[in-house]
């Protein structure tokens, strides 16, 4: 058997031989991916006598017998032995020599692997110069896109940003520059559209990881048997379809920086579970790997849901909730600092005349006297949505109540013409109806898509889909989230 294979080998070699002329370094290796034979050019790289891989004269006799990696550490020989598959070109670069590398897999007469091939077409170096070019230009575009994207996720905002000059904005200041001082998960709690996502970037902007990546997931926006490849990535080949490069997570896309977990309430148990041991033991494993890889992340997670009802209920981890916890905000609601209304509708009107080419419109004291009657369910992101749909349906120069008739007409009539005959409950719930269904309509009955728009936590729709009677079922007979694509088999 062994005398066999040996002969297999030096066929192989003889193989080699025949090409000699056409090929610059070869190597042989074992099942084991052990060194049987290279060849002396690998060693002498003409025409300066400079050594290919920087080895001494003597060293084709020291190698046979080592892995293969102690000559060349990131060879993909292995690779061809292991997998059986050839790798029939690869560029490859030796310090500043771009080589064009065949590697093939050795059989015996059954067919099972012995070892592997490997050489470099002669001059590849000049034949390549095109390609070779090529693929440094590539390269180095790659390099800017990377450096781009790992711009894109530095952090967006700094507490400057957020706007507000209410006491409990102003409290709210202090303690994210507080945060910032401290290495320590944190917790931001609020209602939908309080702020949440502003001030997790604003905690980031104000510690020492500024310079490291922002990295945001939103745990609700993902389908449940995906979020566990999105967190933590995926080993190379870890199921069927899946890509033979390793696919980051979450956790190692944020390495040095921040992570933002939104919606942490979301997150089913049984990842709750391996995110409390990431967050004790700093590693996390990829999908479908065994190995650990350290990472140094700070999670700041949020959640406008009400978590110590959801332990007490089962439905999360009282130790996961004590280790985010370290320092939670209470971010306060627009209702209790409506002093900042008239500086955060000033702003998102400037921001809106801007996106639609408009000159900017001012908003006079009786459209703020609606916008202070209101109690903004729905937070800033609601004060910015009502101020967009101003300007996309009325015109004039400036914002006045009238504006508000159809968008806020609970409000709006009363303080415009309170003699309405009918009570207001009534045509408040009447009116709250009629925009649920809308919306349900236009986002085609996704409940997320329908909870954004209107600027709900998405229970909060839930409850009033159920006080009026909503049922997705029979109003649109669809499915009312996306479907949930199946990791592969
Ligand atoms: N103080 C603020 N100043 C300026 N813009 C703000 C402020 N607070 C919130 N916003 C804006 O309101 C919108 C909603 O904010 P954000 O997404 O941070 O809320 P959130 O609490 O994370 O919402 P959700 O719980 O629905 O994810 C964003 O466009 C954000 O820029």
């Known amino acids: 058997m062994l005398g066999a294979r040996n002969e297999q080998f030096a066929a192989a070699r003889d ?22 034979w290279l060849n002396e050019k690998h060693v002498w790289f003409s025409p300066k006598q400079m050594t290919l891989l920087g080895l001494g004269p003597d060293a084709c006799a020291k190698a046979v017998g080592k892995p293969v990696e102690s000559l060349i550490p990131h060879s993909r020989m292995r690779e061809v032995v292991e997998t059986g598959r050839s790798i029939p070109l690869d560029v490859i670069k030796y310090g500043e020599h771009t080589l064009l590398v065949s590697r093939l897999p050795l059989r015996d007469q059954t067919g099972a692997v012995i070892g592997a091939i490997s050489f470099s077409l002669k001059n590849s170096v000049t034949l390549l110069r095109p390609i070779a070019d090529r693929f440094n230009k590539l390269h180095s575009r790659l390099v800017h896109m990377e450096k781009k994207l790992a711009a894109v996720r530095t952090s967006k905002y700094t507490v400057e940003n957020l706007v507000g000059f209410s006491p409990p904005m102003l409290r709210l200041k202090r303690l994210i520059r507080k945060g910032g001082q401290i290495n320590s998960s944190a917790l931001l709690l609020g209602e939908t559209g309080s702020g949440k996502e502003l ?39 870890a199921y ?38 990431v967050l004790q033991e700093r590693e996390v494993e990829p999908l479908g790997s065994n190995q650990v890889v350290k990472v140094d992340v700070r999670i700041i997670a949020a959640t406008s849901r009400a978590l110590p009802e959801m332990i007490k209920e089962g439905k999360f981890r009282a130790d996961l909730f004590y280790r985010l916890n370290v320092f939670p905000v209470q971010l306060p609601p627009l209702r209790d600092r409506k002093e900042d209304l008239e500086i955060l509708a000033s702003l998102f009107s400037e921001r809106t005349a801007a996106t639609f080419d408009q000159p900017m419109r001012n908003v006079t004291p009786q459209a703020l006297e609606v916008l202070h009657a209101h109690d903004w369910p729905g937070n800033v992101r609601e004060l910015a949505n009502v101020i967009e749909q101003v300007y ?28 309405r005959k009918r009570p207001l409950a009534e045509a408040v719930d009447e009116y709250e109806r009629s925009l649920i269904l809308t ?29 009026h009677n909503i049922s997705l079922d029979t109003q649109y007979g669809v499915a009312a989230e996306a479907e949930q694509p199946e990791l592969g088999a």
């Open 392 to 419: 996309a349906r009325t015109d004039g120069d400036q914002i006045t109540a009238d504006d508000f008739a159809e968008i806020l007409p609970q409000i709006a009539p009363r303080l415009t013409a309170p003699s």
């Open 439 to 467: 919306a349900l309509t236009e986002a085609k009955g996704n409940k997320l898509e329908t909870a954004r728009k209107l600027g709900l936590a998405r229970t909060n729709l839930y409850a009033k889909m159920s006080r």
């Open 199 to 237: 001030v997790a970037h604003a905690i980031h902007a104000a510690s020492d990881r500024v310079n490291g990546p922002f990295v945001g997931l939103n745990v609700a926006a993902i389908p449940e048997n995906l979020l566990e490849a999105e967190c933590f990535g995926v080993a190379p080949g």
């Open 15 to 36: 193989l080699l031989g025949m090409i000699d002329e056409m090929i610059d370094g070869a190597l042989l290796i074992d099942q084991d991916s052990r060194i049987v």
């Open 240 to 277: 069927t379809g899946a890509s033979h490069q390793p696919r980051p997570g979450k956790f190692q896309l944020a390495h040095g920086g921040t992570l933002f977990l939104d919606e942490i309430g979301d997150m089913p148990l049984s990842l709750q579970v391996k995110l409390l041991r």
